[in-house]
């Protein structure tokens, strides 16, 4: 039986860290993909306040 509690501590270990990996990855990719969805918006209400201030001589990038 000690093999069997072995081999079932072994597997549990690897599960817990196989899911902290995952999650550790999803927060990772969800800063990421935030970060690239964020940055073009920002770009936007510069833009939009230049034009509230009566800018349009600029392009937005």
């Not at 990719?29 to 209400?45: D, E, G, Q, R, Y």
């Amino acid at each position: 039986y000690s093999y069997l509690n072995f081999e079932a501590a072994f597997i549990r270990r690897r599960i817990i860290l196989l899911g902290l990996g995952c999650f550790f990855l999803a927060v990772f990719l969800s800063i990421f993909f935030t970060k690239s969805i964020v940055a073009p918006l920002h770009n936007l209400i510069k833009a939009m306040n230049k034009v509230k201030q009566g800018n349009l001589s600029f392009n937005i990038p």
